[in-house]
């Protein structure tokens, strides 16, 4: 497999309509896997989408969501916690770093079956709820609220793409080394974010549905 499609979204906050958008896109899109960044409110509405939903789901936990997210999602076969866990799938590798101030200095390789410090972890895609510092986190006043252990971390491991969300005012992406940061924050008028990964040409394409 020289590509891989991912239908990704932070940000939904409960609200079932968000829910809704989601899984039409996911009907309309075929994509591969699907990453939720964060700040999902795990609420009734919330597990009727999973049933709905046939491909990997990978997790993270944002600021406002709770560890217990874990432990609800356990029953479902094709759900991912991927909050400090390293997970392959079709040849590309997710890490997840989940919550308002992410740091941890290892992470659990489901593949592998073991614990790898975060210094040694191999990642195609980095999953996190809040941006690096300084890129895709600028709010509506012009304060940048991103994590500087975030931007560390990607800037060690080069990841071909990181995703995040929490600043709801700067959906989009931006470039910075050889990583493409993708801010797929919903805010008030998103729908979904979907992010082609084509290996075999070295190219990331970026589609914000609103």
């Not at 991912?6 to 075929?30: C, K, T, V």
């Not at 046939?54 to 029953?75: C, F, H, K, Q, Y």
């Not at 073991?114 to 690096?132: E, R």
């Amino acid at each position: 497999m020289t590509g891989m499609l991912i239908q990704s979204a932070a940000d939904f906050h409960g609200r079932e309509s968000r829910y809704y958008s989601f899984l039409e896109g996911l009907n309309e899109n075929n994509p591969d896997i699907a990453v939720l960044a964060g700040d999902i409110d795990s609420n009734p509405s919330f597990f009727d989408f999973l049933e709905k939903v046939e491909i990997p789901v990978l997790i993270i936990p944002g600021n406002m969501d709770g560890r217990s997210m874990e432990e609800e999602t356990a029953g479902f076969d094709n759900v991912v916690f991927l909050h400090e866990k390293i997970y392959g799938f079709n040849g590309i590798n997710f890490i997840g770093a989940g919550g308002g101030n992410p740091r941890f200095d290892r992470a659990y390789s489901i593949t592998e079956n073991k614990w790898v410090p975060v210094s040694d972890a191999s990642a195609d895609v980095l999953v996190t709820h809040v941006p690096p510092k300084g890129i895709m986190d600028r709010m509506a006043l012009g304060f940048h609220i991103g994590s500087e252990w975030v931007k560390d971390i990607m800037e060690t491991m080069k990841p071909r793409l990181l995703i995040c969300g929490h600043v709801h005012e700067d959906p989009g992406y931006a470039v910075h080394g050889k990583t493409t940061v993708v801010n797929c924050s919903i805010g008030r008028k998103g729908k979904y974010t979907l992010v082609d990964v084509d290996r075999k040409n070295d190219k990331i394409e970026v589609n914000m549905i609103v």
